[in-house]
């Protein structure tokens, strides 16, 4: 079976502009979570998706957004991005979330840059 | 609301020597607690979880933690460390809505020859 698999990897821009950050779940999950991880920080969670709905949201402001599509894939979009915003992003797939087994399958991440 | 508390932002252990990294937690409502662990530029993999059940828990890599309810504590022990074993290691609880975790800050954890 296949991991949970993030593009791209790195990535650099500057601020006010527009990112979006992707993530393919591993096989046979339907729940995805995206995480943010400052530099010398835990993980911060920001929202997750179950069966192409939100479920669940994190303190984040309205320009981070996000999207499942039918084959459980995630897009992670960042609007107006701000220098705070650089760290690393980390999508994670789950089983069922409903089966509350609590095991999260994590990403390499994808690590985001503004300037 | 949950929180995670980790003790000590590094650890430096002798290889060989016994691995203590600390975990307290918060939380409204019988929690789920787990122990991850990142090695340099990768995502988190998942050492060890609690659920319900027996309190001692064992981990893979020769990891084991305890659930303490009366001290709210869940810490990491592992008897001898491995050069391997240097990584960043993140506590983490799941509440009863069971859609997101609440992390630690994380331990950083030095292993000296």
């Known amino acids: 079976e296949t991991g949970v698999t993030q593009s791209p990897t790195h990535l650099i821009k500057t601020r006010g502009q527009q990112v979006t950050l992707r993530c393919s779940s591993q096989?046979?999950?339907?729940?995805v979570s995206w995480y943010q991880q400052a530099l010398g920080q835990g993980p911060q969670f920001i929202f997750q998706y179950y069966r192409e709905e939100e479920n669940g949201r994190g303190n984040f402001p309205p320009r981070f957004s996000g999207l499942q599509f039918p084959n459980y894939s995630s897009e992670l979009n960042v609007n107006a991005l701000e220098l705070d915003d650089s760290a690393l992003y980390l999508c994670?797939?789950?089983?069922?979330?409903?089966?509350?087994?609590?095991?999260?399958?994590f990403g390499e991440g994808s690590r985001l840059t503004v300037l | 609301a949950q929180s995670v508390t980790q003790l000590g932002s590094h650890v430096s252990v002798s290889e060989g020597a016994l691995v203590l990294l600390r975990c307290n937690y918060s939380s409204s409502v019988p929690p789920y607690l787990f122990w991850y662990v990142q090695y340099p530029n990768q995502g988190l993999q998942l050492l060890l979880k609690y659920t319900t059940g027996a309190t001692l828990v064992k981990g893979i890599n020769g990891f084991e933690a305890e659930f303490k309810k009366s001290e709210t504590s869940f810490h990491l022990t592992k008897p001898s460390a491995h050069m391997s074993d240097a990584a960043e290691y993140f506590c983490?609880?799941?509440?009863?809505?069971?859609?997101?975790?609440?992390f630690g800050g994380g331990t950083r954890v030095l292993v000296k020859p």
């Open positions: 096989s046979g999950h339907n729940t």
């Open positions: 994670a797939s789950s089983e069922d979330w409903t089966s509350n087994t609590g095991e999260l399958f």
């Open positions: 983490a609880v799941m509440g009863a809505a069971g859609n997101k975790l609440t």
